[in-house]
């Protein structure tokens, strides 16, 4: 009997000072780890470390993500994104990129009503993400806090509603998260002493005096994992707050001091918490994200086109059965049937008409896995038109002509009588360091 080899997937952890590469058996262990200064400007053996590995997941400090909301009456998606691909870059100009890192989500509560926006504000961020990411087609980009908040909703289903704490106390630490209305708002690390409950009740007070001004709510629990089984109820004594052991009810896996002491309360998760049944929420290059979605509605409109296509056909072959017997036929009211003669020669006439999803699969048959269409337009009549608009992945400029010049002839020996424009007559624009953007259209006749 064979086994097939288990697929290695590792996952990235970053910190402002260094980047883990993890695996996991029982589990986080650190596979390898690099000095973020270092990355920077030597760059080959992260590179070299991952080379072709598959790297889906990243995680990310928890303050390099910031929510804010903006008032906004449309609940139109494109209207929505355009908005924020303008008004974050003016909030956020230190953040290069952040218009393609975000999230939003519709929000209305009270006299609210508006979108609730993630995005990542660190300049550190877009740097290694230009310099080592974006190689790899992250698939995830998370902190610690969301993946914590959705392994707690898992059990605890009022965590999504008001003002709410979740506290790990652990080792020399304690790590606070503060969610309002299933929103992270912020999370706080704390460096505990030996005698810690005053120590935490005294910064505790303080973030609820501070968060309580900022969100116009008083604090309603906190979820806490304790140190100590004494934890819970000496802390509920000096904050008045109601507080609930969870230990009970998460599975937490048990990794080594040194791992903790790098990762902190993130080292306690299990691997399934990273799985995609997990549901944490993530960020993901939006160009990229955007991409993906289009070539799935591109391959349905694939086997949409071939569906209307054979429809078309057989309609085609009982027309052209159908139409001799009726010339034919005798005995019958004639000034009728040539009435309806006349209406099926012009419905053939206009099947004579080039097809839209013939000619869709004709352009899709010229390109390559390096090309990418993002819009297609087709205006029929005479003479007819294409519009074409779309991405070549490759990274220097020769790779991109002879990709892009075996799709041109491809296009003109498809389209027999067309005028393709050359090289020189198409709009190019460079796509960083991620390849070309082009658009172009040109006319053609069936004939």
Known sequence: MRFRAKKEEPFLFLTDKQLFVLEYDDHFKIKKDFKIEELISYPEPFQKELFLKEIRILIIPDYWVVTRFYPIATKKSSVVESFLKRKLPADFPDASDCKDFFEYFFYKQAEQEGIQVYVIQEELFYILYRNLFSAFEIEKITSPAFVWKAKLGKKIKDITTGLKIFMHIYQKSAYLC??????FLFSRLISIEE??????????????????????????????????NSDVERLSETLGVEIINVSDQVELSSPSSEIVEKMGSFAFLKKSDLSDSAKFFYFSYRPLKELKEWTFFQNTGIVVGIFIFIL??????????????????????????????????????????????????????????????????????SPSSIGL????????????????????????????????????????????EQGFNFKFSFEFNEG
Do not use: W
Request: proline share 4%.
């Open 178 to 183: 503060f969610f309002l209305d299933s929103y």
């Open 312 to 381: 078309m056909l057989m309609e085609a072959v009982y027309l052209n059965n159908i139409i001799p017997k009726i010339k034919n036929a005798t005995n019958i009211n004639t000034p009728v049937i040539q009435d309806y003669i006349s209406a099926i020669d012009e419905l053939l006439h206009h099947k004579e008409k080039p097809d839209p999803s013939l000619i869709i699969m004709k352009i899709l048959a010229c390109t390559s896995e390096k090309i990418y269409l993002q819009h297609i337009e087709i205006e029929l009549g």
């Open 195 to 228: 005698d810690y409950i005053a120590q935490l009740s005294y910064e505790l007070m303080q973030s609820f005096r501070l968060v309580s001004q900022k969100t116009k709510k008083e604090v309603e629990k906190i979820y806490l994992i304790p140190k100590e």
């Open 389 to 432: 608009v779309g991405y070549v992945s490759v990274f220097n400029v020769k790779d991109f002509q002879d990709i892009f010049s075996t799709f041109l002839s491809k296009i003109k020996k498809s389209f027999e009588y067309a005028q393709i424009p050359t090289l020189m007559d198409i709009d190019l624009k460079r796509a960083g």
